[in-house]
């Protein structure tokens, strides 16, 4: 299976501050997604990296990918109340295949 | 502008009876995909289907569970019979073309327990 990995499982900071979540999947990909979930909801597309691309921007969100690591981190910058959710990294291969998410928790 | 629409979003039944869950996708996406979410497995697969056709039931964890599309904006999910182990929040989710390289939309899902 090549379901990406996110790590850390739970993470807790501070409002303002920065948040870093990494995810590590096992086989060559042709993109690699990332998606939050709220809690009672369903998940939503955050951003799509392709293979070739290294980095990608979305408004606060950073997404970096490094192939020859096969692994992908997903920044947070100026964290606010409403980023409190679970964020999963989606490998695409043949299909898409989740992993099992970063429960992110912002304090205020 | 409508998205995945699930029903019903609660389903409390005993074990044995039949369950089918409901899904319209969003107009004009022609894949559809149905994923199973538990604490312990994370978000699974189930089945997708591509221009109402299904691709890949191979997530499908046994003969008790089908899906069908008979058309580009319903696709139901059938659970007969019913088991414990079966709870879990069950999500549809649409999006263009194949399953690959497309973000795709997630209905709110429907949480289904099994007594």
């Known amino acids: 299976s090549q379901q990406g990995e996110e790590d850390p499982q739970a993470l807790s900071i501070q409002e303002g501050e920065n948040a870093t979540m990494n995810c590590s999947y096992k086989?060559?990909?042709?993109?690699l997604q990332w998606y939050r979930q709220n809690s009672g909801r369903g998940l939503v597309h955050l951003i799509l990296?392709?293979?070739?691309?290294r980095e990608k921007h979305s408004g606060r969100l950073r997404v970096t990918l490094d192939t020859s690591k096969k692994s992908s981190s997903l920044l947070i910058t100026a964290s606010r109340a409403a980023d409190t959710a679970s964020y999963f990294c989606?490998?695409?291969?043949?299909?898409?295949?989740f992993g099992k998410g970063t429960r992110l928790h912002i304090l205020p | 502008d409508a998205g995945v629409i699930q029903s019903p979003r609660h389903e409390v039944t005993e074990m044995g009876q039949e369950v089918t869950l409901r899904c319209k996708p969003i107009s004009g996406h022609n894949s559809l995909f149905w994923y199973r979410q538990t604490m312990m497995r994370g978000l699974e697969l189930l089945i997708y289907?591509?221009?109402?056709?299904?691709?890949?039931d191979s997530g499908m964890p046994e003969d008790r569970f089908s899906a069908k599309m008979p058309n580009a904006s319903f696709s139901t999910l059938k659970i007969q019979p019913s088991e414990p182990r079966d709870s879990a929040v069950y999500f549809c989710?649409?999006?263009?073309?194949?399953?690959?390289?497309?973000?795709?939309?997630f209905g709110d899902g429907t949480r289904l327990s099994i007594l």
């Open positions: 990296i392709r293979s070739n691309e």
């Open positions: 989606a490998t695409d291969d043949d299909k898409i295949i």
């Open positions: 289907f591509n221009n109402n056709v299904p691709i890949d």
């Open positions: 989710a649409s999006s263009h073309t194949g399953p690959t390289n497309q973000p795709q939309h």
């Open positions: 086989t060559s990909i042709n993109n």
